[in-house]
């Protein structure tokens, strides 16, 4: 029997590793190369001879092959003409390492899709094959794109304050990408908000894992065995994962009692209401709408205000639900889906069969485009009986 | 072994024989012909033909180069352009005609009353590489 290294306790151990790296002074791309090189050295050497502190053996073996590399470097350049800079030590920093790491993957100087892609190969662990498959791309591109990020970043001071929020930002954007290669990228942001809530005590890190944890109990039934998009409405409850559920609604509980309200607490308090009704009917849709109304105050948004449209539509009634709406752009996303539901509801029939139509002509995806469509066949078929 | 683009037009292609928008057939209608489409594509990922396939929204932009230092010209969206890309498949088979054998079964997808589409499919050649052996 070949003994096996334990692949998910590496990844684990990834992100503080090279944080160690980068907090001692290594530039961020070398820190990633030394890194994987002791990576590579424990798939070989370990499964031989297991080290008893898997992560300090992790930071000795890669801290070694930075400073070869490094001096290496320092000894071409030397041949070379160049003045020998020594790299000023970094003051030790205040904040955890782990948590450096992820404020420099989702650094302001990177794009979206950059910050995504850093994040996941390495505070993720997850192979550039792997990020490539998951979001469709020819992975010689998604190379470019990680080895582009880590140069942009290489000049960024380890031990600069950053901003927690774009870290959430970016794991939100990992979360809600429907895509899937062999990786789930739903499971690997939430394993990833995780991690970040252990390094760091912030209510909106854990009003994020809460969002996803109570998103992610619905994927089962989210879907029908065809492919075709249930709405929540419709879905059977039964299939909804309740110990991912109950786990949301706690880290939510304890979030929401330090009274530091953010987006993604107010967004999982409104999943965990939906989560929290036996059945679509006993939603409670004025709660509902008391958390759209924070949430509106808090971001401003007009996706926002239109979600909040369909609380009014089931709160209040769906004539004010339209004109909840009427204030709106109607070239926002989605607003002739949410207009031809709130008509539905309002029983002018011809009028939600055409919205659904004009809005099928707008989805986003497949999925949608064919649920809208269904939608308008379904009233237009009722129509002509 | 070639390749062939199948292209699927919102408008620009003859009309098909069931020719009737999609939001008025009946839902399980629809559920027929999306099903018809996923075997289909999971057929050929079976017999090895299968490369890629593609869905695009119905509105697209025109753009052009407006000289240096200037951004781009957009015209668009159309609603009366001619000839508009509802998807694409991708297959790559032994023949012309096996790629033309395929693109009658995919229009054949069953539409409004559970009938046959009939839609005219566009079968487009790639232009691949040169042969190793040319003489």
């Keep these: 029997v070949t003994a096996q290294v334990d692949e998910a306790l590496l990844r684990s151990l990834t992100p503080s590793v090279l944080a160690v790296l980068v907090s001692r002074g290594a530039d961020f791309a070398a820190a990633e190369d030394a890194v994987q090189e002791a990576l590579a050295e424990a798939v070989r050497v370990w499964p031989a001879d297991p080290p008893r502190d898997p992560k300090g053996w992790l930071i000795t073996v890669a801290w070694r092959r930075f400073l070869d590399a490094a001096r290496a470097d320092a000894a071409r350049r030397r041949r070379e003409g160049h003045a020998d800079e020594e790299p000023a030590p970094s003051p030790a920093s205040a904040v955890d390492d782990t948590l450096q790491l992820y404020l420099l993957c989702a650094h302001p100087s990177l794009t979206p899709s950059s910050a995504v892609a850093l994040t996941l190969r390495t505070v993720g662990g997850l192979t550039t094959r792997q990020i490539a498959q998951a979001y469709l791309v020819p992975e010689a591109t998604m190379a470019q794109r990680i080895s582009r990020a880590k140069r942009t970043v290489s000049g960024v001071r380890f031990d600069q304050p950053g901003d927690v929020a774009t870290v959430l930002r970016v794991l939100y954007l990992v979360f809600n990408e429907g895509y899937s290669g062999d990786v789930d990228l739903a499971a690997e942001a939430i394993r990833l908000a995780r991690q970040l809530a252990t390094a760091v005590d912030h209510p909106e890190v854990a009003g994020l894992l809460a969002l996803m944890l109570l998103h992610h109990a619905r994927r089962y039934a989210r879907t029908a065995p065809d492919g075709s998009l249930v709405p929540l409405a419709e879905q059977d409850r039964g299939r909804w994962d309740t110990v991912s559920i109950a786990a949301g609604v706690e880290i939510l509980q304890a979030a929401l009692a330090r009274d530091r309200l953010g987006e993604y607490q107010a967004q999982a308090a409104i999943a965990a209401l939906h989560a929290d009704a036996p059945t679509a009917e006993e939603t409670d849709w004025a709660q509902i709408l008391e958390w759209y109304d924070e949430l509106v105050c808090l971001t401003d948004s007009p996706v926002v205000r239109l979600n909040r449209a369909v609380a009014v539509g089931e709160a209040v009634g769906p004539r004010a639900g339209l004109e909840a709406i009427m204030a709106l752009d109607d070239s926002l996303s989605r607003h002739a889906a949410v207009a031809a539901y709130l008509h539905e509801r309002a029983g002018d029939l011809p009028t939600a069969a055409r919205l659904y139509a004009r809005a099928a002509q707008r989805a986003p995806n497949l999925a949608e485009r064919d649920h809208l469509t269904r939608q308008a066949a379904r009233l237009n078929a009722r129509r002509s009986r | ?135």
């Design chain 2, 1 to 135: 072994m070639a390749k062939y683009l199948l292209l699927k037009h919102y408008r620009g292609a003859p009309a098909a024989v069931n020719d009737l928008p999609m939001d008025q057939w009946k839902p399980e209608e629809i559920t027929a012909h999306v099903q018809y489409m996923n075997d289909f594509a999971a057929r050929l990922e079976g017999t090895g033909e299968f490369v890629d396939s593609q869905a695009l929204a119905p509105e697209g932009t025109f753009v052009r180069y407006d000289g240096e230092g200037r951004q781009p010209v957009t015209d668009g969206p159309f609603a009366e352009t001619k000839d508009l890309i509802a998807g694409w498949m991708v297959i790559d088979v032994d023949s012309y005609e096996r790629a033309i054998e395929l693109a009658g079964e995919l229009s054949a997808a069953p539409g409004a009353g559970g009938e046959a589409i009939h839609e005219w499919l566009e079968v487009r050649p790639f232009l691949a590489a040169p042969p190793t052996i040319a003489e």
